[in-house]
């Protein structure tokens, strides 16, 4: 299920035309990351008052929209500390408004499941992401691509949910009319919120363990590395 950096190159190579239209039109990559969170922000107000499929499509149009910041500073030479800084808060910044939108929206609902359960997906995303900033941080990981090691890494979290949210639109929730006979019983959109957001929340903590133990292993191998040199010398 993991990308692979190879994998992640091809699919940016082909955003790269797309990439390079909107810097023609004048958009800088950190003017990319910003509507990319301006429309995943709008996804998440949609979410909040329980459009799910429309909701769900905007914030996979604002993920897409995303990965063309970094393309076009690549294929301009604008590459750059501050633009990865940028990208990477917004991405985390749209990522908490999403699940906060979802919140809101299954509040709205009557319904507690859901909520604690994209609190718990909200958490394991986290965490994937400060495993890696961490870990590359205090100099591991590097030219290893930490961004492919685990199941769910950003762009499979985008899809699980998008999924989750496109079923949850086209199931039935509960009716406007509740006096009808099993209006009451759980709804199916619920269900499939559900169904997504534990997904992300196991694979997410299953991802943040293999980031923990990938990062165990290459300070073991360096240390290793250290006691061979030094008795060596």
């Known amino acids: 299920m993991a990308i692979s950096n190879?994998?992640?190159?091809q699919i940016k190579k082909i955003g790269e035309p797309i990439a390079l239209f909107f810097g023609r039109l004048g958009l800088s990559p950190d003017g990319l990351t910003l509507v990319g969170f301006g429309i995943t922000a709008a996804g998440a107000v949609l979410l909040a008052g329980q459009l799910w499929l429309i909701g769900g499509l905007v914030v996979f149009g604002g993920a897409v929209f995303?990965?063309?910041?970094?393309?076009?500073?690549?294929?301009?030479?604008?590459?750059s500390k501050l633009g990865a800084f940028m990208d990477s808060v917004f991405d985390r910044w749209g990522e908490a408004l999403?699940?906060?939108?979802l919140v809101w929206g299954t509040?709205?609902?009557?319904l507690w499941r859901p909520v604690l359960l994209a609190a718990a997906a909200m958490a394991a995303a986290f965490?994937?992401?400060?495993?890696?900033a961490k870990s590359e941080g205090l100099g591991f990981?590097?030219?290893?691509?930490?961004?492919?090691?685990?199941?769910?890494?950003?762009?499979?979290?985008?899809?699980?949910?998008?999924?989750?949210l496109v079923a949850a639109g086209l199931l039935p929730g509960f009716p406007?009319?509740?006096?009808?006979?099993?209006?009451?019983?759980?709804?199916?959109?619920?269900l499939a919120l559900e169904a997504a957001l534990a997904l992300i929340a196991i694979l997410g903590t299953i991802t943040v363990i293999q980031r923990v133990l990938?990062?165990?292993?290459?300070?073991?191998?360096?240390?290793?590395?250290?006691?061979?040199?030094?008795?060596?010398?």
């Open 6 to 9: 190879d994998r992640r190159s």
């Open 66 to 79: 995303d990965m063309f910041d970094g393309t076009l500073a690549r294929a301009t030479g604008r590459v």
């Open 98 to 101: 999403v699940y906060v939108g």
């Open 107 to 110: 509040l709205d609902m009557g």
């Open 127 to 132: 965490m994937v992401s400060y495993a890696r």
């Open 141 to 164: 990981s590097s030219g290893t691509g930490m961004a492919a090691i685990g199941f769910a890494p950003r762009e499979v979290r985008v899809v699980i949910l998008t999924l989750g």
């Open 176 to 190: 406007e009319d509740m006096d009808t006979p099993g209006a009451t019983a759980y709804p199916l959109s619920a």
């Open 214 to 233: 990938h990062t165990r292993a290459q300070a073991r191998a360096a240390a290793t590395t250290t006691e061979v040199g030094e008795q060596a010398s």
